[in-house]
């Protein structure tokens, strides 16, 4: 049921169906649903991604404005929303282009209850009215309907029209389980409503008129300059995905609105990434689909690759970046709360891994499916691939599937970095929460792992990571998890500098459009279909994060340019975030195994937002200034609503609206950060001198400020303080430690 109390209130008016153009007002379960008609082709349209031609624009994660077009037999319809309070919006529609006599088009506002109780329209007033317990809620519109018909649901309504027509009279109503206020696109080409909840008949009425004649607010846009848009699209990928799922009583963020895949689905990485994802606007967002994913959670210990309405592959698990993801989410939010409540979850699915799938008891992990459950492909080889999350792989091509240990005869490279890394995360978080035990644990499991995947998951001949066969020698064919091991750490050095030799080969990785699931010089790569030579966001995001963790700065930021690229040559005119790209063309949709608006390929702008402002697993809170005019923000931090802007390349970085840093150092500040009397990051190597400045502070303040442990002086500026940082070539410690006054006044607490 489309009904829920406890969603949180600025979310509870909201795109919660699996109509775009509906909006829902949870608590009570009123939907508003936008019904089209065309004469010329005899059709109802109920604005439906599977079936119609939709193209999602912008949309706030809290709904406060949301925008699409959609075309219906040669109409194409722009409709939008706002919201003037949490219980109120008003929404418009405008012909922008017609199929036919606008007389014959019709656009129909519907009204109905998820309880079936009755809606009563009163023309004379103009307000369609429904009482939901002791609340009401009044719906109005800016020019009275041609005509108002009732339904006993929508479909009954779409029937109506499409058996008989615009001229039929006879359903014509004032009560009814839906009331349907019809206009045409001749009468009204442009038009508006409005609807409003209040605990009285009268307020209602009052707040929707009163919402009607609003102005609109300011169009959205919270990124220009520099990877312009990138965070405005993660933004409005989210927000689209995040659904409620009515089987579990639960919001979330679907892998995509548009597959039809049952009543709900959830692949556990995916949920993670959206998890990451949601988690740069929203917190509690991120915390509804981490728990998500990890409902997943089975009495053997590990974590369903996926649960979905119509089957459950326990058997099998995906590879565990949920630490990853959790302590990232930690790194931004600052929240305790998100390690306590998923630490269990993940400490038994690392354990699990360990258990299950090293069937040699060599330290080294290969895919497998267990003899538990009834999912699809179970005790296949098929579903043994599953595991890695990249089912038709060429790099799984010479792996032989043994019913015995129920793995693949391979040791998978990309499966082992990624336990490694969770094993890392473990420890990380376990020293958190105060579980040194546990983080002894989880260091010596990730220490023992790198070291493994160094020795033995190094093929010297090609001086690159491979697959290998746990009795034999390196699989042929690579794909991009040969960069994994600067992911989890496992390369030395000498092993990272030859791996970017295969980054940098155009016969190999390289090239307009990166990184190919399959070398250009691989048989697999012309096959072009789905794992064999497309570009997946998800693998670009960790090679990116391996990258920069190698401190290969240039490398990483050549990828995330052109993985922005990428994302931006489908997503600015036709609003396609798609699943997997072609290596080649760049295109998306050239072939039909992939979704148009998937929820990880707003990884690819994320790598861009990262690239000036990040929380990274190893160096915190990061502003990186570029020297290009950046405006980007609201973004979440511990501190609370970031934004970050460079103009005359000084970057400012501003939370809930005050200025917090300025510098005008070309380069990073990294391990950012602000608390209990102490400013502190790790700057960056310079070419030239620069300063940085904390505003809100007197330099009476200062207690004492030290650069890499020497006292540096602080002088007053018209911002607060500012310190100058002379040349260095190597990365400086700054401190700055403040009295209890000049604490709060950096903190924003005065």
């Known amino acids: 049921m489309l009904q829920h109390t406890t969603i949180p209130l600025k979310r509870a008016w909201n795109t919660w169906s699996d109509r775009p153009a509906e909006m829902v007002f949870l608590p009570l379960g009123v939907r508003i649903t936008p019904i089209l008609y065309s004469t010329r082709s005899r059709t109802t349209s109920a604005i439906e991604p599977r079936r119609d031609k939709v193209r999602l624009g912008h949309h706030a994660i809290d709904g406060s404005r949301i925008e699409l077009e959609t075309d219906h037999s040669g109409t194409t319809i ?5 919201k003037s309070d949490p219980f109120a919006i008003r929404g418009s529609w405008e012909g922008k282009a017609s199929g036919e006599w606008g007389l014959r088009f019709w656009v129909t506002i519907a009204i109905s209850a998820e309880g079936g109780e009755t809606i009563r329209y009163d023309a004379e007033k103009g307000i369609a009215l429904v009482k939901i317990g002791t609340r009401f809620v009044a719906v109005t519109s800016a020019e009275a309907p041609v ?40 009468m009204m080409r442009r038009g508006a409503y409005a609807a409003a909840v209040a605990d009285s008949a009268e307020l209602a009425i009052e707040k929707a008129r009163a919402s009607l004649i609003k102005d609109v607010p300011a169009e959205l846009g919270s990124h220009t300059g520099t990877y312009e848009d990138a965070l405005d699209a993660i933004r409005d990928v989210v927000a689209w995905n995040t659904v409620w799922d009515e089987t ?14 049952g009543k709900f689905a959830v692949w556990y990485n995916d949920q993670t990434f959206a998890a990451l994802l949601g988690g740069l606007f929203d917190a509690d967002l991120a915390r509804e689909n981490l728990m998500t994913a990890l409902a997943g959670v089975t009495p053997q ?36 709360s998100l390690l306590e409540t998923s630490y269990e979850a993940l400490v038994r699915n690392q354990r699990w891994w360990r258990d299950n799938r ?24 098929f579903g043994a691939r599953n595991e890695t999350g990249m089912d038709n792989s060429a790099t799984h091509d010479e792996a032989v599937y043994d019913p015995g240990t129920r793995t693949l005869s391979t040791f998978d490279l990309g499966l082992n970095c990624a336990a490694a890394l969770d094993a890392e995360m473990l420890a990380k978080i376990a020293g958190v929460l ?7 644990e989880f260091e010596a499991i990730a220490n023992r792992s790198r070291n493994l995947i160094s020795e033995e998951l190094w093929d010297e001949s ?33 092993q990272a500098v030859r791996l970017l030799e295969h980054l940098n080969d155009e016969n190999s990785f390289a090239g307009a459009f990166v990184l190919p699931n399959a070398t250009r010089n691989d048989p697999a790569f012309a096959e072009n279909v789905y794992w064999r030579g497309r570009i997946w966001p998800n693998v670009n995001y960790m090679v990116w994060l391996g990258l920069r963790r190698y401190g290969f700065t240039t490398e990483a930021s050549r990828l995330a340019g052109q993985s922005y690229d990428l994302f931006m040559k489908s997503w600015r005119e036709d609003r396609i975030a798609a699943e997997n790209y072609n290596a080649v063309t760049g295109e998306a949709m050239d072939q039909g195994d992939t979704d148009p608006f998937y929820i990880w390929a707003a990884l690819l702008p994320l790598m861009a937002v990262g690239e000036l402002c990040d929380f990274d697993p190893w160096k915190g809170w990061t502003l990186t200034n570029v020297g290009r005019d950046v405006t980007m923000g609201p973004m979440l931090s511990a501190a609370g609503h970031l934004h970050v802007t460079i103009e005359h390349a000084v970057l400012k970085a501003s939370v809930n609206g005050r200025l917090l840093i300025s510098t005008d150092i070309r380069g990073t500040l990294s391990k950012i950060i602000i608390q209990n009397g102490q400013f502190s990051c790790l700057v960056d190597p310079l070419d030239v001198k620069g300063f940085i400045t904390l505003a809100g502070v007197n330099s009476a303040d200062v207690v004492t400020a030290r650069l890499n442990g020497e006292e540096i002086i602080s002088t007053a500026c018209a911002e607060g303080i500012r310190l100058d940082i002379p040349q260095g070539n190597q ?10 006054i000049g604490a709060a006044l950096a903190q924003g607490k005065t």
């Open 731 to 740: 990365p400086r410690q700054l401190d700055v430690y403040l009295s209890s």
């Open 78 to 82: 722009a409709f939008s929303t706002e």
């Open 301 to 336: 210990g590990n974590i369903a690759c996926i649960i979905t309405s119509n089957d459950a592959w326990v058997d099998r698990s995906q590879p565990p970046y949920g630490a990853l993801v959790v302590w990232q989410l930690y790194q931004r939010t600052g929240e305790r």
């Open 147 to 186: 005509q108002v018909t009732g339904h006993e649901t929508i479909e009954t309504l779409r029937t109506d029209f499409e058996k008989n027509g615009y001229f039929y009279l006879a359903s014509r109503s004032d009560h009814a389980p839906v009331i349907a206020m019809r206009f045409n696109l001749e």
């Open 248 to 261: 579990n009583a639960r919001p979330y963020t679907a892998v995509t609105r548009i597959w039809n895949l």
């Open 434 to 440: 105060g579980r040194h035990e546990d983080a002894r």
């Open 462 to 494: 090609r001086g690159i990571f491979a697959n290998r066969q746990r009795k034999g020698g390196f699989v042929r064919s690579l794909s991009p998890t040969s960069f994994y091991p600067l992911l989890c750490g496992a390369a030395k050095q000498e």
């Open 358 to 381: 090293d069937p040699d008891d060599a330290g080294l992990l290969s895919c497998g499916t267990s003899d538990v459950g009834d999912g699809l492909y179970k005790g296949s080889a």
